[in-house]
């Protein structure tokens, strides 16, 4: 009797204890919450481009007496072509540099005002740009300017109006520099989407030539002046891996 009233007190006095000893186990706390991401610009890129272009130019003939205005026009259309760049990013600051090629064709006839029975043409069908580039990114979005040096293919036709034949016919290769601002968006971990202004500045560039019609006797050479405006959008593949293009922020 005496064990059975003993044991019934300790295991009440048992009972009473194990509310305080659950209270004062640890709770399990609650998991983390996930980490932020950030896109991260870093990385080598390669893409594609395409959209509009204009290109200003003044002819004007040289003669052994002076130079003779000709002719001032713009010439837009299309242009197409790809980029290849690295980027590095330290913080929101993202650094870069990029190769860009373009095919295009922006083209104008006119009347020349040296000789009205002549008409000259003049066309773009190639673009380059070399740049360099400083940007500022919140997160998947980065606005970036750029500047460098630029290089355009032109061709010059001077023709006859009544029978379309070419008298004279002249291509070169000139260098200037561009200017630049873009916006890009990056919609997945390796791709990105943006927009850009490029204006390019090419200065003066002379073609030498002699021919035997009189219409253009004693013309030296000419001049032609360029400027050229591009809108262009544009998509970039950046190398890495899928998750490439995203960072934690701890």
């Known amino acids: 009797m005496k064990k059975f009233f ?3 007190v300790g295991l009440i006095a048992l009972g009473m204890a ?8 640890a709770v399990k706390a609650p998991p983390p919450a996930p ?3 950030i896109y991260n610009w870093s990385g080598f890129y390669i893409g594609a481009n395409g959209g509009w272009g204009q290109s ?3 002819v004007d003939f040289i003669t052994a007496v002076g130079t003779v205005a000709s002719d001032c026009a713009d010439r837009s259309g299309g ?3 790809g980029q290849i760049g690295y980027r590095w990013q330290a913080n929101q600051f993202v650094f870069g540099l990029e190769a860009q090629g373009d095919w295009a064709d922006l083209s ?3 009347v020349s005002l040296l000789n009205p029975t002549l008409s000259t043409t003049v066309k773009t069908d190639g673009i380059g740009l070399f740049t360099a580039q400083l940007g ?3 997160n998947a979005s980065l606005l970036y300017v750029k500047g460098g040096a630029a290089v355009t293919s032109n061709h010059l036709d001077i023709f006859d109006n009544s029978t379309g034949l070419g008298l004279i016919s002249a291509s070169n290769t000139r260098w200037g520099g561009t200017v630049g601002v873009g916006w890009e968006y990056g919609f997945a971990p390796n791709w990105s989407v943006g927009v850009e202004y490029d204006h390019l500045w090419m200065g003066d560039a002379n073609n030498s030539f002699s021919v035997a019609d009189p219409r253009l006797a004693g013309i030296l050479n000419d001049r032609i002046s360029q400027d050229v405006d591009m809108v262009t959008v544009r998509f970039n593949y950046r190398f890495g891996g899928y998750g490439a293009g995203y960072a934690p922020r701890y």
């Not at 194990?18 to 186990?25: S, Y």
Request: charge should be neutral.
């Open 6 to 8: 003993v044991g019934t």
């Open 18 to 25: 194990a509310p305080a000893l659950a209270a004062d186990m």
């Open 35 to 37: 980490l932020p991401v």
């Open 56 to 58: 200003h130019n003044c």
């Open 79 to 81: 242009v197409v072509g």
């Open 108 to 110: 104008n006839t006119r």
């Open 136 to 138: 500022w990114a919140w």
